[in-house]
């Protein structure tokens, strides 16, 4: 369809998620310089034809004054960024607090913290009551700058109370809402104080998705056993209203990497890492550091496989690169002092005068090394104890098309459900079994590599991130036409 002007019609797309894709930093009173970053969510909504996406969402700064929340709009407009302004103790208690210390580490199995487990202490109940207010925030800013016809697409878990907030507002809204984290049993869902409140405020939205079926399917049962509402093929019904539940699998922007490849800085990194590891093998592991992603016991593992494999001393490195995370919390600072220590102690017990078995870096790389990191790895390890997809794993596959190395993956991560046919699959916490999938990658006949590639590859391919928005969005329109020509009839 088309505008007055014959124009082609773009419909707009509000994606709202806890954090812009910018880092701001204050360069004066009424000044702010603004770096786009290049994560997967950015491309993949940039590249949703027929969509004109404005983001909303915290800056990831405090800004107290009116003087510098002007400037900061004014400047995030030019990039299609609308700002939430969250203050300090809000982050804390929203952000922190719930978002990270309760729901995290819930939605992947870990459990509730121990000081938190009682719905009566305070601390829950201050952090809900502030994660609801930062919803409601954010629910503001949307209702300020939505347009007839606009669809508003909201992420992750930090806004769960979004979808409820929105509706209030306009009851036409057309509202999804996705997953990033699995959903985990309805078991483990129960135990939260404030569960009920969460499932009623997701099941406001028009359309709900989640990575796989399987959290999809738990996130239906949470609805029928605890809300007892009725669950149907299509998704929860509740008097009469459903909300539609389906699985959307995220992908990556591959030919960013794969372009990526031939290019001169990648390929001049691809020669140093090669020279550096001449003679070796290389394995890789790539994480942010955090509970979720493994990484000792991965570390272990290969202790295990080195004590086990003695004829592979010096024929093999992992190069663990793990960005750090939360950096303030007590837990995450423990997860780091304790991967140093063991990375030392293997170090220590199996390295030589001039060659060590792991190299662990506490930090980020940028996308250049990254990819040629990527493409000169011979094995890659994904250990994660639980994952919603994992884009490692992918981002792995989109470098190999040369190399054809081996991926070692978490049957725990969601990326188990469309790379297990090419991945050696496995549980994490079975470090004898992840040792013996290290020597069964490592000594992999060409042959099978070749095979288990192509499989991933396919797939790695053709189910791109742009694939994934596009497929959510046109969900979310028909989805809301069905449920008018339903209220019709
Ligand atoms: P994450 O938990 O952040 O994402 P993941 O899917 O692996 O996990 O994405 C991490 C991204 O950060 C990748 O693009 C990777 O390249 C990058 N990255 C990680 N470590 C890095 C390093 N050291 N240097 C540079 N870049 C690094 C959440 C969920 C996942 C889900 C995604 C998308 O936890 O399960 O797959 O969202 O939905």
């Known amino acids: 369809c088309e505008k007055q002007d014959g124009r082609p019609f773009r419909q707009r797309l509000l994606v709202v998620a806890n954090r812009l894709p910018v880092s701001a930093v204050r360069r004066g009173e009424d000044s702010w310089s603004l770096e786009m970053s290049a994560g997967g969510l950015v491309t993949a909504l940039l590249g949703v034809k027929g969509f004109e996406a404005r983001w909303i969402g915290w800056a990831g700064v405090n800004v107290p004054d009116k003087v510098g929340q002007d400037a900061l709009t004014d400047a995030l407009a030019q990039k299609k960024c609308i700002p939430v302004f969250l203050d300090e103790e809000i982050v804390h208690q929203y952000y922190n607090g719930y978002c990270n210390n309760i729901l995290w580490p819930l939605f992947h199995y870990l459990g509730l913290p ?29 209702n300020q700058h939505y347009e007839e016809g606009d669809v508003v697409w909201c992420h992750d ?34 135990t939260l104080p404030s569960r009920s409140e969460l499932l009623r405020s997701v099941l406001a939205a028009d359309l709900v998705g989640f990575h796989t ?42 030919d960013r990497f794969i372009r990526a490849l031939d290019t001169q800085p990648v390929q001049e990194h691809i020669r140093e890492l090669k020279e550096r590891f001449a003679g070796r093998k290389v394995m890789l592991g790539v994480d942010r550091l955090d509970m979720i992603k493994g990484i000792p016991q991965k570390i272990l593992a290969f202790e295990k496989f080195l004590e086990e494999n003695s004829d592979w ?44 078995p792991i190299h662990h870096l506490d930090r980020s790389l940028d996308f250049h090394k990254l990819s040629a990191l990527y493409a000169v790895t011979d094995v890659a390890l994904v250990t994660s104890l639980r994952d919603g997809m994992n884009l490692v794993s992918y981002e792995f596959v989109a470098c190999q098309d040369a190399k054809k190395g081996v991926l070692i993956l978490s049957e725990f991560a969601g990326a188990a459900q469309s790379l297990g046919a090419g991945a050696i699959l496995v549980n994490p916490w079975n470090i004898t079994e992840v040792a013996a999938s290290i020597a069964q990658a490592l000594n992999m006949p060409a042959e099978e590599r070749e095979k288990r590639h192509r499989h991933n590859y396919m797939h790695v391919t053709t189910h791109t991130a742009q694939e994934w928005a596009e497929t959510f969005v046109s969900e979310l329109n028909d989805t809301v036409v069905e449920a008018q020509l339903r209220t019709r009839q």
Request: proline share 5%; glycine share 6%.
């Open 114 to 142: 121990q000081e938190d487990r009682l719905a009566t202490t305070r601390s829950f109940q201050s952090q809900f009551a502030a994660y609801k207010k930062a919803n409601q925030m954010f629910a503001d800013v949307v």
């Open 157 to 190: 878990y930090h806004l769960m109370f979004l979808p409820k907030c929105l509706k209030e507002y306009n009851t036409n809204m057309k509202v999804g809402w996705f997953l990033h984290t699995p959903f985990p049993s309805s078991e483990i869902h129960r």
């Open 213 to 254: 079926y399987d959290y999809a399917r738990h996130f239906v049962s949470a609805c029928t056993r605890i809300l007892g509402l009725e669950g149907t093929p299509e998704g929860v019904e509740d008097q009469g209203k459903l909300t539609r539940v389906a699985a959307f699998p995220i992908g990556i922007d591959a």
């Open 313 to 356: 001393h010096d024929k093999v490195v992992l190069l663990q690169i793990a960005v750090p995370t939360r950096t303030d919390v007590p837990e995450y600072q423990k997860l780091t002092s304790q991967v140093h220590e063991i990375v030392g102690r293997i170090n220590g017990r199996f390295g030589t005068l001039t060659a060590v």
